[in-house]
């Protein structure tokens, strides 16, 4: 039974027309509104998102060398034959180093090396005699053009004439690193080794290096009244004019002189050398044994290289001069 006055929970409940304009019941606005406070949402103490700018950034660069990179492959496809050229150049570098070619790293002179230099090391105790020679004649050619450059100055100072000076300052410019590449360095990378090839080149530029310091010992009138040189007829015609400057000469031609003595020696010597390049031992060649397996290997190498590239690149080349041709 019911009791009397219980409200009735039907009568109470409101009619709501979907289609109406009416607002929604107050009850549903509330939990409405709770909603987006309970998540947080459009207060003050709510939490914020930063989005950093680095990440914006990194992503411009790494367009950039995407770019960049895109850009380097064309340019290479445009040229093959020699991005296979640059792989051919490597792989041979790369088996240089492997098989254990030494390497040339400047260590002379100790407090501002410039050149690689190590005989003790690297010679063959058979040879280190002959390299000490022919260092020690790399050592005086230096010393005879330096000096030269020094009397040459004094002969400018009392009224010798500028041009000689400028002659001078070319020879010991020319003439110093010239000596070094043309015939040093092949005889030393002869040496250690054990290439017949270079020992021919040394002999090549020794030969001219000989002719050179005769001519400087004598110093015919040829250039400028040959004064440019500390030669014999220089000093004589210098000496009649001044003496300062006379005796300045006259001890350059001493030097020249001993020079060209020096380098008679050093041909001397490594001829010897030279006419018993393939004996077997030590002993038999009079201390100048060369081994020729390194150097076989060496310049086969080296050989192999250069035909490859070669053959790249008139393969190459041939190609695209057909593929015009025949697109046109």
């Excluded at 914006?56 to 995407?66: A, C, F, H, I, T």
């Excluded at 400028?224 to 000093?235: C, D, E, P, W």
Aim: charged share 15%; glycine share 6%.
């Amino acid at each position: 039974m019911n009791r009397r006055g219980d409200p009735n929970p039907f009568d109470q409940e409101e009619e709501v027309n979907p289609f109406a304009n009416s607002a929604a019941p107050a009850s549903k606005s509330r939990l409405a509104s709770l909603v987006p406070e309970a998540l947080g949402f459009g207060r003050k103490h709510d939490a914020n998102v930063d989005i950093p700018l680095d990440a914006m950034n990194d992503s411009k660069d790494k367009e950039r060398e995407l770019a960049s990179w895109e850009a380097d492959l064309k340019r290479r496809e445009q040229f093959p034959f020699l991005l296979q050229i640059f792989n051919e150049l490597n792989l041979f570098l790369c088996l240089n180093n492997t098989a254990g070619v030494p390497s040339d790293d400047r260590n002379w002179p100790p407090f501002f090396p410039v050149i690689h230099h190590d005989i003790a090391n690297e010679i063959p105790i058979h040879a280190q005699r002959l390299q000490y020679l022919a260092f020690a004649s790399w050592l005086g050619i230096v010393f005879c053009l330096a000096f030269n450059v020094i009397a040459v100055t004094v002969c400018w100072i009392r009224g010798g004439g500028v041009k000689i000076f400028f002659l001078a300052i070319i020879y010991a410019l020319l003439g110093c690193p010239l000596s070094y590449v043309l015939w040093y360095r092949p005889l030393y990378r002869a040496m250690r080794t054990d290439s017949a090839l270079k020992f021919s080149w040394f002999f090549l530029f020794y030969l001219m290096h000989i002719g050179f310091c005769i001519v400087a010992a004598i110093a015919p009138p040829i250039v400028f009244q040959g004064k440019s040189f500390t030669g014999i007829l220089s000093a004589i015609s210098v000496f009649s004019d001044h003496v300062l400057p006379g005796i300045f000469y006259l001890v350059g031609f001493v030097f020249f002189c001993l020079e060209t003595l020096l380098s008679f020696w050093v041909l001397q010597v490594s001829s010897n050398c030279h006419h018993h390049f393939i004996h077997i031992t030590p002993e038999s060649s009079g201390g100048c044994f060369l081994n020729l397996s390194s150097e076989v290997i060496c310049e086969s190498r080296a050989k192999d290289f250069f035909l490859s590239v070669f053959d790249v690149f008139l393969y190459r080349f041939l190609s695209e001069v057909l593929g015009r041709s025949s697109s046109l």
